[in-house]
């Protein structure tokens, strides 16, 4: 994320080509660790929510909470108080899809000014319902009295939004910013606004229903005298997207719920079903999916998913690519719309400040001011070396998956393209190789998956300088020529699909001899500028295994290497091996464990027979996501090794939820059952299913295949997995191979 993820910004990230004392751009500090605070969010189109378990939003150095829409903060602050005290929190929890945030609090001891206790605790209780729908927090606060008498009690919420920019809130400073206004105080609203320094201007508008007792520019005064069991309900409305002056109501919250879980239930809908004889992991695969709808969007192509809460809650190229890769199985019109979206917003033309050249597929978009003024280069970036490839092979995917040939025919110019893109621009010194190097000094030093300043060097730990071919870049441009070649042969373009085949052949025999190490066991992480091999140990090089550019008898030495103690921690395979020189467990890129990776890892090894070693790494992640909150796998955790009984170690600004960490457990699950498609068949098949330990039988439902569907269970009898047919809706056939 630009780094983060897979191509966020990231971490501290100091340039390859620069000293080490410079300072880093694009940071995301870790003054206040996420695990630590363990937020709630909540999430819809262009705006997410980051909220304490109460409920609140409290604002203060290095807090990431408040109300974001399309990069920029409309509400910095949020704090409820019972007469003028903070409630005691009960339970806060999200219900299973994430369609709505619960927080249930009570009062405690309350003293008058004689300090003499006026109510005890726990008399009152406080319901905070929450959710997002176009633009607007929604919220219903019931206040219920106990007390086996009336009492009056006064309410207030405090609020202020900053109109911070998300690069401001990730530590960004600025010399300048635009004119915060006064607020617009009405008898049920406030409105509160910023013109920036690019001209826009931003507004949020508070409503309350009933009509506050009191109401401020910065809060709202609630005084309230309830009988015996009497309930009082106060409604609420935070709205981003417009400064549209309609008052809050009872029917707009229950209007807006009742749509925004009817267009969640429409969205996951499409997607196959999955449950399992172990309700630990039940609940994580619900928590997966329901994850991965909530990040989705949808735009005029078609549902995409942004990639992380809270830094990257936007469009990325990468990470949307390789979530549709890992989620292609479940729900194809996912993958769908990443290809149809990105393609509308490929490069035509080269642009330095944005590292664009024609071809090239997109790796970040941002829409806050800082991007707009050009105090960030993202507003529409192209800095990542390997969402191009990837673009190409999930095109691939999507058609094997599908056989849909019509949106391939669509998207054929923008695949051909990108093809041109990786011959002519890709390969920047004809070496048959893919490199990057950044063409403005404002953009990502490294772009591959693992951006941090320091994540490409040599065995002594010297940082590698460019042009630089990362191992996995290879493997993917690999992935997009085999690709093309298919794509190619099904439109009847059999000329081409011969010379895209030759090519994909002539870049293994080179990638073979230039990549591979004998003495290190495994493919080398990149070539820097000179062509020198980074001789480190890396989770790059199971990407080869993923594509299959590793000829057969590489990959007992590569699996070998990935499963040492020095790569497996235990709980994953790590970005670098403890034995190399710049390992650091609490690393970003250095030795930490990403869900992801690991993932497509294990998809490799299962393509080369080597189901036991995938199986291992699926039951580390999942052991580590029965330790976490709501059993979601976060961005990344630590690469400390695993102890018995305890759990992993959390990277203290890891996103949570992050599509493509919710998206591996689900592809960790097709690699271990071995689960493919043959739409012109007609045919699911299963090729050498395996369970992992922790599961005895996986039952899934609704696998649609070019307009059919089936419902299959696979069930451990001894050293076997036995497939059963439960049910089949058209013309579909399900298929076992050993």
């Not at 893919?434 to 002594?460: I, M, P």
């Not at 600004?653 to 591996?664: F, H, I, K, T, Y």
Request: with cysteine; charged share 25%.
């Amino acid at each position: 994320m630009s780094t983060v993820h897979t191509d966020a910004m990231a971490q501290a990230r100091v340039p390859a080509d620069a000293g080490a004392a410079q300072l880093a751009q694009f940071f995301i500090p870790a003054a206040a660790s996420l695990q630590e605070r363990r937020p709630r969010t909540l999430k819809h189109g262009d705006t997410f929510a980051v909220f304490d378990h109460n409920g609140d939003a409290l604002s203060g150095p290095g807090s990431p909470e408040g109300i974001f829409h399309r990069d920029t903060r409309h509400l910095s602050h949020l704090y409820l108080t019972v007469d003028g005290a903070r409630p005691l929190l009960l339970s806060s929890t999200l219900r299973d899809d994430n369609a709505t945030l619960t927080c249930d609090l009570t009062n405690p001891d309350l003293f008058d000014d004689s300090g003499q206790l006026k109510l005890g605790h726990d008399l009152l209780h406080l319901r905070r319902s929450r959710f997002l729908w176009n633009g607007t927090c929604h919220e219903r606060l019931a206040v219920r009295n106990y007390d086996d008498g009336p009492r009056s009690v006064t309410i207030e919420l405090a609020f202020q939004a900053d109109f911070a920019d998300l690069f401001e809130v990730r530590g960004s400073r600025r010399q300048r910013r635009g004119e915060a206004h006064a607020p617009e105080v009405g008898a049920d609203s406030v409105l509160l606004a910023y013109t920036g320094l690019d001209r826009r201007r931003r507004h949020t508008r508070i409503a309350f229903d009933p009509a506050p007792t009191v109401l401020r520019g910065d809060s709202a005064r609630f005084d309230l005298t309830l009988q015996p069991g009497e309930a009082r309900m106060l409604f609420i409305e935070i709205r981003c997207a417009e400064a549209s002056a309609e008052p809050a109501s009872r029917r707009a919250f229950f209007n807006a719920m009742r749509e925004a879980r009817r267009a969640l239930r429409a969205s996951s809908s499409r997607a196959a079903a999955v449950s399992t004889s172990n309700d630990i992991f039940n609940e994580s695969i619900r928590r997966c999916v329901s994850d991965l709808y909530m990040l989705i969007t949808d735009t005029a192509q078609g549902p995409y998913p942004y990639a992380g809460v809270p830094w990257f809650s936007t469009v990325f190229g990468r990470d949307a690519l390789i979530t549709a890769l890992e989620t292609l199985w479940l729900d194809p019109a996912i993958a769908r719309g990443v290809l149809r979206h990105l393609a509308a917003n490929q490069a035509s033309e080269s642009d330095p400040r944005a590292d664009a050249e024609p071809g090239k597929i997109l790796h970040e978009v941002r829409h806050g001011e800082m991007a707009e003024l050009g105090e960030v280069p993202f507003r529409r970036y192209y800095g990542s070396i390997d969402s191009t490839p990837l673009f190409v092979m999930l095109a691939g995917a999507y058609l094997r998956r599908t056989g849909d040939l019509a949106t391939i025919r669509e998207l054929w110019p923008h695949i051909e393209a990108a093809l041109r893109w990786i011959e002519e621009h890709g390969d920047r010194d004809g070496d048959g190789f893919v490199e990057y190097g950044r063409r403005t000094a404002e953009g990502l030093a490294n772009q591959g998956w693992k951006d941090s300043h320091d994540s490409v060097f040599h065995a002594d730990g010297a940082l590698a300088r460019g042009p630089i071919a990362l191992a996995e870049v290879q493997a993917y441009v690999y992935g997009a020529w085999e690709a093309a070649a298919e794509m190619a042969r099904r439109q009847g373009e059999l000329q081409r699909a011969q010379q895209w085949a030759e090519r994909a052949e002539a870049l293994r025999r080179e990638f073979d001899a230039r990549f591979f190490d004998p003495q290190l066991g495994t493919y080398v992480l990149a070539l820097d500028g000179d062509k020198r091999p980074c001789r480190v140990r890396s989770s790059n090089a199971g990407h080869a295994l993923l594509t299959g550019i590793a000829y057969p008898e590489r990959a007992e030495a590569v699996v070998r290497t990935l499963m040492s103690a020095p790569s497996f921690c235990g709980w994953g395979v790590r970005t670098i091996a403890s034995t190399e020189a710049r390992y650091n467990p609490m690393s970003y890129h250095n030795g930490s464990v990403w869900p992801h990776d690991n993932a497509l890892i294990a998809a490799g090894l299962a393509r080369y027979g080597y189901h036991r070693e995938a199986a291992r790494i699926f039951e580390g992640l999942f052991a580590a996501s029965t330790y976490i909150d709501l059993r979601r796998l976060p961005e990344l955790f630590c690469g400390f090794a695993r102890q018995h009984t305890q759990g992993p170690t959390f990277y203290p600004v890891a996103c949570a939820p992050q599509a493509w960490a919710a998206a591996a457990p689900l592809f960790m699950l097709q690699s271990c059952l071995g689960l493919g498609f043959d739409p012109g068949q007609t045919q699911i098949t299963f090729a050498g299913p395996a369970l992992p330990a922790f599961l005895d039988e996986v039952v899934l439902r609704n696998l649609a295949i070019d307009g059919g569907s089936a419902d299959v269970a696979l069930r451990r009898s001894g050293r076997h997995v036995v497939v059963d047919v439960l049910e089949r809706r058209g013309p579909v056939r399900v298929v076992t191979t050993s």
